[in-house]
């Protein structure tokens, strides 16, 4: 079936030590999300590509970026994790066009901060 | 900016019967989705049902349906029949179409509980 993977599901790291989340997905979608979800919060969208074309949220902190070396693949660097960066991450996909208006998300990857 | 507003942060209802989540939104645009995700405990979010604005119909998507009132900028859904595996958080969210693909805003989200 096609999906939107999310690896690892759990990760954990330590105060300031750099972490990469990953997605991937097989729908061939050209959009990919990430968004960031704390606990009992709605998701807060980061960032998006539209291609290769970065959309960065102008709220979105310095600490956060993101590659997207394919259609296949994105990622979420967090440069420095602080405390208040434990969350989950969810990591969606679409077309663009108003015909194809829905996200597909993936499962999240949780991200403990230590 | 559009806003999205649940009222409701928890909710309960005993299997069977039929309950109805609230959402409320502010824009200024005449075009646009409106969405109900929902959210399993530790599972990913899918989509549940989505309305048009431009459509006066309501959308209906087997025991799903909802009760969009676009003057009113209103938006509840209603559970028929409700199942325990219907127990999830529940997102209300707004679409805005840019040229540079979807914008979703969530509401803060309902925390549904299926009592058998």
Redesign the interface.
């Known amino acids: 079936d096609a999906m939107?993977i999310q690896n690892p599901r759990y990760q954990v790291t330590q105060f300031g030590k750099p972490v990469t989340l990953s997605c991937s997905q097989t729908l061939n979608h050209n959009?990919m999300?990430w968004y960031q979800q704390k606990s009992?919060?709605?998701?807060?969208?980061l960032f998006?590509y539209?291609d290769k074309?970065f959309?960065n949220e102008a709220d979105t902190p310095d600490n956060f970026q993101s590659r997207r070396p394919n259609t296949s693949f994105c990622f979420l660097d967090i440069r420095s994790p602080g405390l208040g960066d434990a969350a989950m991450y969810?990591c969606a996909t679409?077309r663009?066009g108003?015909a194809y208006?829905?996200?597909f998300?993936?499962?999240?990857t949780r991200l403990t901060v230590l | 900016a559009q806003t999205v507003t649940q009222s409701q942060p928890e909710m309960s209802v005993q299997e069977a019967e039929t309950v109805t989540l609230s959402c409320t939104y502010d824009t200024s645009e005449s075009d646009y989705y409106l969405f109900w995700y929902k959210q399993p405990p530790s599972r990913q979010m899918i989509l549940v049902i989505r309305q048009e604005a431009y459509k006066q119909q309501n959308a209906t998507e087997n025991r799903f349906s909802v009760n969009f009132q676009k003057a009113a900028k209103s938006f509840s859904l209603k559970i028929s029949d409700s199942q325990l595996g219907d127990a999830a958080m529940y997102f209300c969210a707004y679409r805005r179409e840019e040229t540079s693909g979807s914008r979703l805003t969530f509401g803060e989200g309902t925390q549904l509980t299926v009592n058998p």
């Open positions: 939107v959009v999300y009992s919060q709605a998701p807060k969208l998006h539209y074309d959309n969810l679409s663009v108003r208006n829905e996200q998300f993936g499962p999240g």
